[in-house]
T-cell receptor, first 111, second 114 residues
Framework: LAKTTQPISMDSYEGQEVNITCSHN???????ITWYQQFPSQGPRFIIQ???TKVTNEVASLFIPADRKSSTLSLPRVSLSDTAVYYC????????????FGTGTRLLVSP | EAQVTQNPRYLITVTGKKLTVTCSQN?????MSWYRQDPGLGLRQIYY???????DKGDVPEGYKVSRKEKRNFPLILESPSPNQTSLYFC?????????????FGPGTRLTVL
């Protein structure tokens, strides 16, 4: 399973765009990139998933370069409620075997 | 409502007293898993199950047992709890073969072993 590396923490202010980058140099051909969000004392929640190029939903965008060795989660115009831990996962979505969450990126949004 | 439920939500116990944390999902998911979360260590997988009667170890299985007799239930058993198992536990489920492979997490069980 591809190992991921993310920044431990990031700070931002309300209304700014936040980009969190995840490095996954050993990503395999069948692997997808998935991001989860976790608020304190709650279970993680699925945000977005992609394989290549760009994916956008109502919450975020995911940018994946051609070599797929990294990906960037983009949160437009963050608010205080976006303060959370964000996890990048890489794995074959055909199965769930031994998914590794890692320590994630703690995002703090200030007024 | 589609959900994963865990019980109890909070538990304080003493070393060596066997306990079970229940997990149930109503989405007919094949995959279920248990994670523990500790400060500075993120989420670590304990056990997972790809279907009924099929279980496998995650990254930190020592001291835990699981069973998957029914598709909807995946209890976590601590035969002889120790203080180092004090943690926040999450159960998750997912539909194998679904387009996104999304996992749905329960609300968590905060366990304290004295």
């Amino acid at each position: 399973l591809a190992k991921t590396t993310q920044p431990i923490s990031m700070d931002s202010y309300e209304g700014q765009e936040v980009n969190i980058t995840c490095s996954h140099n050993n990503i395999a051909t069948n692997d997808y990139i998935t991001w989860y969000q976790q608020f304190p004392s709650q279970g993680p929640r699925f945000i977005i998933q992609g394989y290549k190029t760009k994916v956008t939903n109502e919450v975020a965008s995911l940018f994946i370069p051609a070599d797929r060795k990294s990906s960037t989660l983009s949160l437009p115009r963050v608010s205080l409620s976006d303060t959370a831990v964000y996890y990048c996962l890489v794995g074959d979505i055909r199965g769930f075997q031994k998914l590794v969450f890692g320590t994630g990126t703690r995002l703090l949004v200030s007024p | 409502e589609a959900q994963v439920t865990q019980n109890p939500r909070y538990l304080i116990t003493v070393t060596g007293k066997k306990l079970t944390v229940t997990c149930s999902q109503n989405m007919n998911h094949e995959y279920m898993s248990w994670y523990r979360q500790d400060p500075g260590l993120g989420l670590r997988q304990i056990y997972y199950s790809m279907n009924v009667e099929v279980t496998d170890k995650g990254d930190v299985p020592e001291g835990y047992k699981v069973s998957r007799k029914e598709k909807r239930n995946f209890p976590l058993i601590l035969e002889s709890p120790s203080p180092n198992q004090t943690s926040l536990y999450f159960c998750a489920s997912g539909g194998v073969g679904t387009p996104t492979g999304e996992q749905f997490f329960g609300p968590g069980t905060r366990l304290t072993v004295l």
